[in-house]
């Protein structure tokens, strides 16, 4: 069964830090990759996306995620961190080789970011 | 506000009771998504819609669940018997897809949820 790996659970970061979030999955076929963040009290909000193309994205308030397809990976970033980054954040698998298969989560990596 | 929206927000409710609870799309979104999320989880698939037909069932769907869609806009999710296992938020997202197969691009926007206790 596909799944997806989030390494850390709880990431505690001063501001200006840079910010590194790790994502695999287990799938061999083609994928679209997402990151979801859920600020506190608020609903799932998508971050950044990844369909084709250039496998470095960018995505809203300063964020990218790069994806290595040897790897496995969709690590996400962030050069300087700031104390509104505060969330849940959430990776996302999408197996694309039939219409419809369902988003497949990983457990989530807590971030706090102390001013 | 991403547009989905999910009713009631929060609902208790004493074991062996059933609830029912409502989610609205954005208009001219196809899909239709419910996702369960407890505490240090990611959410996990329940079930999807597109358009009135439910495609897919997880294995997390037990018989005391059941979802429907019936006019292809608004869906409703209801637990029958609930347990206390069943304590979780209930996410709905949906999404208009573009392109077919493998060449499918799928953003789902979420609701804010129902929180259910059960007692």
């Known amino acids: 069964a596909q799944s997806v790996s989030q390494h850390n659970h709880h990431v505690i970061l001063s501001e200006a830090a840079s910010l590194e979030l790790g994502c695999n999955y287990s799938?061999?076929?083609?994928?679209?990759l997402f990151w979801y963040v859920q600020y506190p009290g608020q609903h799932l909000q998508l971050l950044l996306k990844?369909?084709?193309?250039?496998?470095l994205v960018k995505g809203i308030k300063g964020f990218e995620a790069e994806f290595i397809k040897s790897k496995f990976s969709f690590n996400l970033r962030k050069p300087s961190v700031q104390w509104s980054d505060t969330a849940e954040y959430f990776c996302?698998?999408?197996?694309?080789?039939?219409?419809?298969?369902?988003?497949?989560f990983g457990k989530g990596t807590t971030l706090s970011v102390s001013s | 506000d991403t547009g989905v929206s999910q009713d009631p927000r929060h609902k208790i409710t004493k074991r062996g009771q059933n609830v029912t609870f409502r989610c609205d799309p954005i208009?001219?979104?196809?899909?239709l998504y419910w996702y369960r999320q407890t505490l240090g989880q990611g959410p996990e698939f329940l079930t999807y819609?597109?358009?009135?037909?439910?495609?897919?069932k997880s294995r997390l769907l037990s018989d005391r669940f059941s979802a429907e869609r019936p006019k292809g806009s608004f869906s409703t999710l209801e637990i029958q018997r609930t347990e206390q296992g069943d304590s979780a938020m209930y996410l709905c997202?949906?999404?208009?897809?573009?392109?077919?197969?493998?060449?499918?691009?799928?953003?789902?926007?979420f609701g804010s949820g129902t929180q259910l206790s059960v007692l």
């Open positions: 997202a949906s999404s208009l897809p573009t392109g077919t197969g493998r060449a499918t691009n799928e953003k789902l926007f």
């Open positions: 799938y061999g076929g083609t994928v679209n």
């Open positions: 990844y369909f084709s193309g250039d496998p």
């Open positions: 996302a698998v999408n197996p694309r080789h039939q219409a419809g298969t369902a988003l497949i």
């Open positions: 208009s001219e979104h196809n899909r």
């Open positions: 819609f597109q358009n009135e037909a439910q495609l897919e």
